[in-house]
Structure formats: structure tokens, C-alpha cells
């Protein structure tokens, strides 16, 4: 089975602090991605990177950024974290082509 | 901008009973299609994945798809409580990209 790991499963962070979510998967998958999501908007892609060092913005990258340095892992940065960044954000990775997306378990971020 | 559309619900069906759900896409280039559940609290989990015109079942679900309309749905026969949930519909066009609808939340009544 495939396994996509978060490893901060819920967080409580400060006004302009740093916070870094990271996620490892362990399928040898090309492209990762984070979203995050919340009531009434959905699913909302922040950053998606389909190869090491490699990223691409989504819908909603400002206030974020993301590191890849190894192919199983894909790090999401909020540099100076604010109260509209309190979401649920959940990574997930995919072969490359096209087909299954998996999710990990989530991460719930409050900042106060 | 690509699109993924669905009624946001909330379906309530009786406990026995057809739930139909329904999604429809903007992006005719679109290539595979998905179905998530996801509980309240949890992370979205694949249902079914469907990339041809037509029927695909597995179990108790049946998705269809029909590109000519841009229309894909999912039909759960013999609804049960655990099956409320809130289901995504997920298109790719084969690009790096997944475009997710924002979800229907379906209650099924004891």
C-alpha cells in the first residue's frame, strides 16, 4: 500500500512564527503537492513539485513555499505563519501519470 | 479556468437505498477521473478511478462517465450509515495537475 506520511499531525504556532510541515512518501512517486483545505472551499492546491529541487505554484502559493530535496520528500514553509493560514493541509503524491492521488492523514496548523 | 462541479448536498437517502452523485468537468482535454470519500476530520480516500466511457463497478459503487457530456457520477447501491461522507469528484487531463470538485456531502439515514 501506497503510504504518504505527515508528520506534524496537529500543530498550535504564534503569529509570524516559521512553520514547516513535511511529508515523506515511500512509493518512488514523481509528483508531490500540497493542499490545504477548508469549510465551503475545498480542496485548494498551494505548491506541487514533479521532481527534485523541481516546483510549480498552484492557486494559492502566496504566503507559502515548499522544499524538495530528496524524491520522498516535499516540505511545505509558512516563512511568517498568520491567523488565515489556521487550515487542515494535506500533502499527497502520484505516479506522474496521471494516475492515483494519495493523500496523507493531515495536518491541522492553528495559528494564534 | 478548468472546473469540477458537484451539488455540495447535503443528499440524504434511507438506509437501503440508490445514492446517485454527480459531478461535471470543464476541461474536455480531461483524461482520468476519481472518486474520494472523506469523513469529517479525515483525509480524502480513493473510492473508485475510471479513465473510459462507461460503467466501471466495484462492489456496491458504480461510477459512469460520459466525456461526450463531460459528466461523471457515482452510484452507491445499498447506501449504509458509514457511507455518509463527503465525496470528491477529481479530474486530471494527464498533466501534473488534479482539479477536485468541492464535494458532496451525503447522510444516510438509519
Sequence with gaps: DVKVTQSSRYLVKRTGEKVFLECVQDMDHENMFWYRQDPGLGLRLIYFSYDVKMKEKGDIPEGY?????KKERFSLILESASTNQTSMYLCASETGSGNTIYFGEGSWLTVV | QKEVEQNSGPLSVPEGAIASLN?????????????????SGKSPELIMSIY????KEDGRFTAQL?????????????????????????????????????????????
Design chain 2, 66 to 110: 460520459n466525456k461526450a457530456s463531460q459528466y461523471v457520477s457515482l452510484l452507491i447501491r445499498d447506501s449504509q450509515p458509514s457511507d455518509s461522507a463527503t465525496y470528491l469528484c477529481a479530474v486530471n487531463n494527464y498533466g501534473q495537475n488534479f482539479v477536485f470538485g468541492p464535494g458532496t456531502r451525503l447522510s444516510v439515514l438509519p
Design chain 2, 52 to 55: 473510459s466511457n462507461g460503467d
Design chain 1, 65 to 69: 513555499s515548499v522544499s524538495r530535496e
Design chain 2, 23 to 39: 459531478c461535471t468537468y470543464s476541461d474536455r482535454g480531461s483524461q482520468s477521473f476519481f472518486w474520494y470519500r472523506q469523513y
